[in-house]
């Protein structure tokens, strides 16, 4: 069965630093693979997905995750962090049947 | 732009009781989805729905849960007799289909079983 992992649960970063979360996938055929975002008290949005078009996806607010088949990965990075990303980042997998299986998530903190 | 909403946002209930959640899709949707986050969880799905009926269920989805999309535009999960441990947020989606089409959330109703 498809699955993903993200290493950390919680990352903190200072403001203008590289903010890097990891997402690796488990498949045997090709997924879908999604970052979403949660704000506090919100529902989750979408911030990117790899469709297979090309590798590196760029997303919303100046996010960008890149599609590696040799590692089974999907890290999402951003080269310089706001306040306002401080957020819970999921990243998620799904095939032709649409459901979507979520990672346990990634606090990002930020700090001033 | 279009969104997803749901009501009400915040539910508490009576173990045993029961309760219906409700959901708006985007209009021009065809696939519905219902996933659970219970507290410190990672978000698990529960069941889509696609031309009126459950096209699939996870194991949460036991009997005690239904859907239904009474009138073309809301979308319900019901959860008949609730259980202490049915507390979590519910979150609804909605998605056009067709691959990699992306799924798209509501707020979320947190429900919480006392």
């Known amino acids: 069965a498809q699955s993903v992992t993200q290493l950390g649960s919680h990352v903190s970063v200072s403001e203008g630093a590289l903010v890097l979360l990891r997402c690796n996938y488990s498949?045997?055929?090709?997924?879908?693979l999604f970052w979403y975002v949660q704000y506090p008290n919100q529902g989750l949005q979408l911030l990117l997905k790899y469709t297979s078009a090309a590798t590196l996806v760029k997303g919303i607010n100046g996010f960008e995750a890149e599609f590696k088949k040799s590692e089974t990965s999907f890290h999402l990075t951003k080269p310089s962090a706001h306040m306002s990303d401080a957020a819970e980042y999921f990243c998620?997998?799904?095939?032709?049947?649409?459901?979507?299986?979520f990672g346990a998530g990634t606090t990002v903190t930020v700090r001033a | 732009e279009p969104e997803v909403t749901q009501t009400p946002s915040h539910q508490v209930t009576q173990m045993g009781q029961e309760v219906i959640l409700r959901c708006v899709p985007i209009?021009?949707?065809?696939?519905f989805y219902w996933y659970r986050q219970i507290l410190g969880q990672k978000v698990e799905f529960l069941v889509s729905?696609?031309?009126?009926?459950?096209?699939?269920k996870s194991e949460i989805f036991d009997d005690q849960f239904s859907v239904e999309r009474p009138d073309g535009s809301n979308f319900t999960l019901k959860i008949r007799s609730t259980k202490l441990e049915d507390s979590a947020m519910y979150f609804c989606?909605?998605?056009?289909?067709?691959?990699?089409?992306?799924?798209?959330f509501g707020q979320g109703t947190r429900l919480t079983v006392v």
């Open positions: 989606a909605s998605s056009y289909g067709g691959e990699n089409t992306e799924a798209f």
């Open positions: 498949s045997s055929v090709p997924p879908y």
């Open positions: 998620a997998v799904s095939f032709n049947d649409y459901k979507l299986s």
């Open positions: 729905f696609y031309n009126n009926e459950i096209s699939e």
């Open positions: 209009s021009n949707h065809l696939y």
